[in-house]
Structure formats: structure tokens, C-alpha cells
């Protein structure tokens, strides 16, 4: 059995991992930073695991999962 720990708004790293391992390469660096914070928002909203509640959300936290996302897309880069 794999267990996953639950995931909330302030676990940038882990959010940005599934992002990338939803969206890929599909997703390039210009691309992510292009991202409707509405959007992201609802997307981190539909990760499994996820139990942050939308109200919770807020433009930091956002900006902070787009940053981690880029990081993440680059180290997958060759």
C-alpha cells in the first residue's frame, strides 16, 4: 500500500511535484507563469490528497506553488 501524507496550501514542493507529474512537459516555464491564479487554484484544489479548503487560498501561496512548479519543470528539463 502507498500512503501519501495529506497535502495543504503551505506544502509548495509537494504541490508542485504533482503538478508537474500532471501536466508534464505540456507545461513549459513561460506557460506556468501564464497561469490564471484561478486556474492553478482550482488545479491544486483537484489534487488527490489535497485537503486545503479554497478559502484558505490566497495570492502568496499561489505564487509560491508557480515558483516551486518552474523549479520543478527545470530540474526535469535536460
Same mark, same amino acid.
Given at each position: 500500500?502507498?500512503?501519501?501524507?495529506?497535502?495543504?496550501?503551505?506544502?509548495? +514542493?509537494?504541490?508542485?511535484?504533482?503538478?508537474?507529474?500532471?501536466?508534464?512537459?505540456?507545461?513549459?516555464?513561460?506557460?506556468?507563469?501564464?497561469?490564471?491564479?484561478?486556474?492553478?487554484?482550482?488545479?491544486?484544489?483537484?489534487? +488527490?490528497?489535497?485537503?486545503?479548503?479554497? +478559502?484558505?487560498?490566497?495570492?502568496?501561496?499561489? +505564487?509560491?506553488?508557480?515558483?516551486?512548479?518552474?523549479?520543478e519543470w527545470?530540474?526535469?528539463?535536460?
Open positions: 500500500m502507498n500512503f501519501e501524507p495529506p497535502i495543504d496550501w503551505k506544502d509548495y +514542493e509537494d504541490i508542485a511535484i504533482k503538478l508537474y507529474e500532471k501536466f508534464g512537459n505540456e507545461m513549459s516555464e513561460g506557460k506556468i507563469y501564464r497561469v490564471r491564479f484561478t486556474q492553478l487554484r482550482d488545479w491544486v484544489l483537484e489534487i +488527490e490528497g489535497f485537503l486545503g479548503k479554497r +478559502e484558505d487560498c490566497n495570492e502568496g501561496h499561489l +505564487e509560491m506553488i508557480q515558483s516551486n512548479w518552474v523549479y527545470r530540474d526535469n528539463q535536460d
